[in-house]
């Protein structure tokens, strides 16, 4: 089984690649189309250079790798992806070839969170519009996509993710819910910037308290997002 993991920035996607990384049974990649999207858009991320250098940044061999052999050992495979990387120009057919999963979390925590290592982030940065878009492009060419949440997640761990392999045809293993401190193998090279909490846990945090209070630009973008989250809340598990 090959799994893409669809969510935009500062949305537990670490910790689900961490914790599907945990199982045997499984092999997982950190956003291969990073560098590809940052050589496509110019765009002066953190790490950029270091970035480009570790990946490859021709999108189409990217594309291939990722629906191509799996290995005995790890017959399932785990993709972390970034909406907001699947720009013109990156290839979308492959998409048809693996379970699509949706990792959704309110526009608020990902506006604040995002914002705290990215300056001015904009509506194109946080990935909502291209989640929605990318979600009714699987559903349009007959896909089943699943929408999970990840607050969801943090509250009651073993029940969603019992609930997600359920709704993938996946069996559950107990492995997916603790994983060694200090990362895995496979971060990408960005990890140094972005990856420092998640770096020090062995599992999922807590249930996440109140929204948090946004400066009026801010509260604009997150407001901007919402119409794509409600979307996609109104179909998760």
């Known amino acids: ?38 050589k496509l858009t110019g765009l002066n991320h953190p790490m950029r250079d270091e970035i480009l250098a570790s990946q490859p940044t021709d999108p189409d061999l990217v594309a291939k790798a990722i629906v ?19 720009i013109p120009g990156i290839p979308r057919d492959w998409m048809t070839e693996v379970v699509n999963v949706f990792l959704i979390r309110h526009p608020a925590r990902v506006v604040a969170s995002f914002g705290a290592k990215y300056d001015n982030p904009t509506l194109t940065d946080i990935g909502f519009l291209q989640q929605a878009e990318l979600y009714d492009e699987v559903t349009v060419a007959g896909g089943n996509p699943v929408v999970i949440d990840s607050s969801d997640i943090r509250r009651n761990p073993e029940v969603m993710l019992r609930r997600l392999c359920h709704a993938i045809g996946l069996g559950f293993d107990t492995a997916m819910l603790a994983w060694p401190v200090g990362g895995h193998a496979q971060d990408g090279v960005w990890a140094a910037h972005w990856y420092g909490a998640v770096h020090a846990s062995t599992g999922f945090a807590p249930a996440e308290g109140p929204l948090p209070t946004l400066t009026p630009d801010r509260a604009e973008l997150a407001a901007q997002a919402m119409p794509s989250y409600e979307k996609l809340a109104a179909v998760k598990l």
């Open 1 to 38: 089984m090959r799994i893409a993991m669809w969510s935009g920035p500062r949305n537990l996607s670490t910790a689900m690649m961490y914790s599907f990384g945990a199982r045997p049974d499984f092999a997982v990649v950190d956003e291969p189309f990073y560098a590809a999207y940052l």
């Open 68 to 86: 191509g052999p799996i290995s005995a050992q790890k017959p399932h495979f785990y993709q972390k992806h970034m909406t907001q990387h699947m």
